[in-house]
């Protein structure tokens, strides 16, 4: 099971403040497609990021 602090919560927030109009941003009205969405484009930002580990290390 996955530990309780590494568990993404849904992003109610994030739900409730969609771009309505924007043509670039599909409403997604489902609260089941908007959580799965959510989970794939946070995947991408984490795999999207430069992780550099030995550069708090060096003196």
Known sequence: MADKHYQI???LWQ???QPLFDPY???VLSPNR???RYQIE???RC???N???EE???N
């Open 42 to 44: 946070h995947l991408e």
């Open 25 to 27: 941003v599909p409403l």
């Open 15 to 17: 739900f409730l403040n």
């Open 9 to 11: 919560r849904f992003p």
């Open 34 to 36: 908007f959580w799965q």
């Open 56 to 58: 708090k290390y060096r």
């Open 47 to 49: 795999w999207s990021r």
């Open 51 to 53: 992780f550099h580990p």
